[in-house]
Nanobody, 118 residues
Framework: QVQLVESGGGLVQAGGSLRLSCAAS????????MGWFRQAPGKEREFVAA????????QYKDSVKGRFTISRDNAKNTVLLQMNSLKPEDTAVYYC???????????WGQGTQVTVSS
């Protein structure tokens, strides 16, 4: 089992940047695919980005391609989401997740709020 804690959210103006961090507990971090999801008010949670166990493969939601970058450091049990050129529509609670496959996430963090003002 793994516990996930996100940090790095906040308020930023459109066009600005934020870096989200997810710290994982446990010694099995490198065995999990890691992902970021988000949920805006009144909307369903949606996939944002994911990274493979080794970090060599990444996936992104189309609307964040070229602006967001996901990465991981297995030595530090950390996954990052660098968000650039932020838009008001990126406003949401962002969740870190871990699982056994890109399509299956079993562990979730508590979320961190990202607010982008216009």
């Amino acid at each position: 089992q793994v516990q996930l804690v996100e940090s790095g959210g906040g308020l930023v103006q459109a066009g600005g940047s934020l870096r989200l961090s997810c710290a994982a507990s446990g010694r099995t971090f490198s065995t999990y695919v890691m992902g970021w999801f988000r949920q805006a008010p009144g909307k369903e949670r949606e996939f944002v980005a994911a990274v493979s166990r080794s970090g060599s493969t990444t996936q992104y939601k189309d609307s964040v391609k070229g602006r967001f970058t996901i990465s991981r450091d297995n030595a530090k049990n950390t996954v990052l989401l660098q968000m650039n050129s932020l838009k008001p529509e990126d406003t949401a609670v962002y969740y870190c997740a871990g699982g056994l496959a890109f399509s299956r996430y079993d562990y979730w963090g508590q979320g961190t709020q990202v607010t982008v003002s216009s």
